[in-house]
């Protein structure tokens, strides 16, 4: 690939960004194109540019066939934008990181392909808290003193930003969450469990409705009789031509049981923020016509009537208990047993679609007109529910299929403007170059990242450490041959193959923080992949610190650090 930008060197701010990129696919297309498009559309990453002309290819060649792993398309070009970042920061004159903060993309502004990304952008916010931190700030004392006391090493420090898009633009799941009468939540998903921590998630989700996790989980459900949805044609098809037109998803909305995608896969860190979403959808659902009337109809027998000026969102969750100001909390087993004697909402299940907005609709809920993030609705009452209104359920289950009233499905433009969510991080890395070997080694690395509320803290951990060591081999170690000596010919394995061990990634020395969520309601976000990608530019700006070369194809391997040396 090649980078062509314009800065104006008065002020440090760039002007226009220029790339070509080739992707080599192999002898197959297999992710090319999706991939190739992705690349072209993170190149710009945390930064603002005027003006942009992004040229991608995907090319076929004599290669083994290409897939994707973790970072899919953009771990290329963000390096590669990352790397220019610090090479021209360099040619100005400037700190690093302040040239970065003159030029990173704020709330509001366009990226390269024209669009507005959505929701407050927080690359700003990860720079600013990275120029503070001690191993930026003294890393030019300590680079100094390390390299007088310890002869033929040479001491550094680097640092990469950038954002990732979460999500493939036209998303979608269901969930069914069912409330017992004696509190205990069970809870049904399209999403599946591909040891990213799903599962997990989803059952901590139904927290912020129902004040604590789900008892149990049925993961990966694919048959949903208590929620029939029609679907056609695909979201993803390539060439644009074959997508769905806004006439024709006009036309097929009217059908209350269409929606554009039927379910999404388990990939493009769909999880925390996309299958979270109909979990919390259901469990509102549930909270808004089951657990609130039966608070009221409790606290109004027990203490005299609720006021009519409080609202369902005033109360909170403490300690598995739904509390109110002035009134006596009320456990969750409780709440179920009244839901349940009055033949109050006990159960829902959800469908929703996402193409870089959520679908709505009205619905009518035991009579009262409800609008949800939701294109599709079927709610459960409980046994107290009168005869009449059980015989009207449409499914085994007893669930009542609502059609809805009225639904907006996010314009199909979406697509083509490429609008995203995105997540941000920032990696610290500080480093010692042998000059005898080439060798390069981590002594301590600091991941800032910006990520919503977490549903798992562990989890946001373990992914940030996975990703890392995942960056780390891919800048320092792991390399294949592109042709006949590659992979292809069956002599290659893990012996031949280099991996990052635990000595190559600083285990002991390696730390990370969550910058706060900006409100409460923040949604978690998918952040898996954006985890391992600063750490590749930051350890070849560190290596640029630490011995003047700059790197700008990885690995970089000793004998290529030798070779500059020599």
């Not at 040619?91 to 507005?116: P, S, W």
């Not at 098809?237 to 269409?258: C, G, H, M, V, Y």
């Not at 027998?301 to 009134?327: I, M, Y």
Request: charged share 20%.
């Amino acid at each position: 690939m090649g980078y062509t930008v314009a800065v104006e060197r008065k002020t440090g701010l760039l002007q226009s960004f220029r790339a070509e990129i080739v992707a080599n696919g192999g002898g197959r297309a297999n992710c090319s194109v999706a991939l190739t498009i992705v690349g072209a559309i993170s190149a710009h990453s945390v930064y603002y540019f005027p003006k942009s002309d992004v040229a991608a290819t995907a090319i076929a060649s004599r290669a083994i066939d290409c897939g994707a792993a973790r970072g899919y398309g953009g771990t290329e070009t963000l390096t590669a934008t990352e790397l220019m970042m610090d090479e021209i920061a360099g040619e100005l004159g400037l700190d690093a990181i302040e040239f970065r903060l003159r030029n990173v993309l704020k709330t509001g502004m366009r990226n390269t392909q024209g669009a507005i990304p959505l929701g407050t952008q927080r690359a700003e916010a990860v720079l600013e808290q990275a120029r503070g931190h001690p191993l930026w700030t003294g890393r030019a004392a300590r680079k100094q003193a390390y390299d007088a006391a310890h002869p033929g090493k040479h001491y550094g420090v680097g640092f990469g930003c950038i954002q990732r898009r979460f999500g493939a633009g036209s998303e979608a799941s269901l969930a069914k969450l069912e409330l017992a009468p004696d509190g205990r939540i069970a809870l049904s998903h399209s999403g599946t469990e591909i040891g990213t921590g799903t599962s997990s998630a989803q059952a901590v989700a139904c927290a912020r409705w129902l004040g604590r996790p789900a008892d149990a989980l049925d993961m990966a459900v694919t048959e949903w009789s208590d929620l029939p949805v029609e679907t056609s044609d695909d979201p993803h098809s390539t060439p644009e031509e074959t997508r769905i037109s806004q006439a024709d998803q006009d036309r097929l909305a009217k059908n209350p049981r269409w929606s554009p995608v039927f379910a999404a896969p388990s990939s493009a860190s769909n999880s925390s923020y996309y299958f979270s979403h109909a979990t919390r959808e259901a469990a509102r659902v549930v909270y808004l016509h089951g657990l609130w009337p039966a608070a009221l109809a409790i606290w109004g027998r027990d203490a005299g009537a609720a006021s009519p000026a409080v609202k369902p969102e005033d109360a909170r969750w403490r300690s598995g208990a739904l509390a109110l100001e002035g009134l006596q909390p009320l456990p969750l087993a409780r709440l179920a047993q009244e839901a349940h004697a009055r033949g109050l909402v006990v159960g829902a299940a959800v469908h929703a679609f996402n193409r870089w907005q959520w679908a709505e609709a009205d619905f009518v809920v035991d009579g009262a007109s409800t609008r949800a993030a939701v294109d599709a609705l079927s709610v459960r009452y409980g046994d107290g529910a009168g005869a009449a209104k059980q015989a009207l359920a449409t499914t085994p289950n007893r669930y009542h299929v609502l059609d809805r009233r009225s639904v907006l499905f996010p314009p199909t433009q979406n697509s083509n403007a490429m609008v995203g969510y995105n997540t941000a991080a920032g990696t610290l890395v500080e480093l010692v170059v042998d000059a005898a070997s080439g060798k390069v080694t981590l002594l301590s690395h600091h991941t800032i990242l910006e990520c919503g509320n977490m549903l798992v803290p562990e989890l946001v951990s373990g992914q940030i450490q996975g990703a890392t060591a995942t960056g780390i081999g891919l800048a320092l170690h792991e390399w294949l041959p592109l042709y006949e000596d590659g992979p292809g010919d069956g002599t290659w394995n893990f012996n031949r193959y280099r991996l990052p061990r635990g000595s190559d990634v600083a285990v002991w020395a390696q730390t990370a923080e969550v910058l706060p969520p900006l409100s409460d309601d923040e949604p978690p976000k998918g952040m898996a992949e954006v985890a391992g990608i600063p750490i590749m530019p930051a350890i070849v700006n560190g290596i640029a610190h630490a011995i003047g070369h700059r790197f700008r194809t990885l690995p970089v391997t000793p004998d290529r650090i030798l070779e500059v040396l020599a």
